[in-house]
């Protein structure tokens, strides 16, 4: 089994940017409490998972008569948005630029709520830090962190460069102390240890709804954290992770085959 076990609240993320195809459908409270159920959590921890998301300002709360309903909010729509664009091209787009994004940031300690927040975002874009208040890409994101610092009401705290390392240094050394290369590579051999024998039953599982979602999900949970440790480095900066490729083709194969049973018992339980 994969290391990381999945918390309500990232879960509840996970299915709604899995399968909340039109973000601005509602989805019934009571089918979410029943699918993390089928997750492994009780009644109790879901409903605490969402009433804690709506805090966030990541859901928000309807009632119609009996039922409570929950819509995400344009901030949970945005966030989703961008996890499907990294999530789903991961490891599959290539460089073409040779560009570095570095931001570094003065945010005082009065708002380290939003240190914690950029730290967070930064990270899933593909950050790592050099030292406390820097931090560095191997990809051009300027589009990105930009919108991402005007969201959090950070520009003036924080400055933002985008340039090509020097020719003339070994990159790998320093590549090494701001990512964890070497657990990144064990995280990879996890996933295809944990999902490539299911690939000879898919059919089987697939065969069925709930067997379907279930698998599905766990899939997407597990690589849905690789965004925030890979950050997808050129081949000419250090070694390419093991197993990166290998996991990519497995994600997308049993991603593919699993997506219409495993839509279809999630619309079935939260769009009734």
Not at 142 to 163: F, K, Q
Not at 206 to 227: G, I, K, M, N, Y
């Amino acid at each position: 089994m994969l290391a990381f076990e999945p918390q309500p609240q990232d879960l509840v993320i996970t299915l709604l940017g899995a399968y909340l195809r039109r973000r601005d459908r509602r989805v019934w409270s009571g089918g979410l409490v029943g699918l993390l159920g089928e997750l492994g959590f009780s009644t109790a921890a879901a409903r605490v998972a969402l009433a804690r998301l709506a805090a966030r300002d990541l859901l928000s709360r309807e009632r119609d008569g009996r039922r409570i309903h929950y819509r995400v909010t344009p901030r949970c729509a945005a966030l989703l948005s961008e996890g499907d664009r990294r999530i789903l091209s991961l490891g599959r787009s290539a460089r073409r630029d040779g560009q570095w994004t570095v931001l570094w940031h003065v945010i005082p300690d009065e708002r380290r709520l939003d240190r914690g927040r950029l730290a967070r975002r930064l990270r899933f874009l593909g950050f790592g830090p050099v030292q406390e208040r820097t931090w560095i890409a191997a990809h051009n994101r300027e589009h990105e962190v930009a919108e991402l610092l005007r969201e959090l009401a950070l520009t003036d705290h924080a400055g933002l460069l985008v340039g090509k390392p020097a020719r003339s240094l070994d990159f790998s050394a320093f590549a090494a102390r701001a990512w964890d290369l070497e657990a990144l590579a064990a995280r990879y051999r996890a996933f295809v240890g944990e999902f490539e024998p299911r690939l000879a039953k898919v059919s089987a599982v697939a065969a069925s709804d709930q067997p379907a979602f279930v698998l599905r999900t766990r899939l997407v949970h597990a690589f849905r954290e690789f965004p925030y440790l890979d950050p997808e480095l050129p081949g000419d900066a250090t070694q390419l992770p093991e197993q990166r490729s290998r996991a990519v083709r497995l994600f997308h194969r049993l991603y593919r085959a699993l997506q219409i049973p495993a839509q279809r018992h999630f619309d079935a339980a939260v769009l009734a």
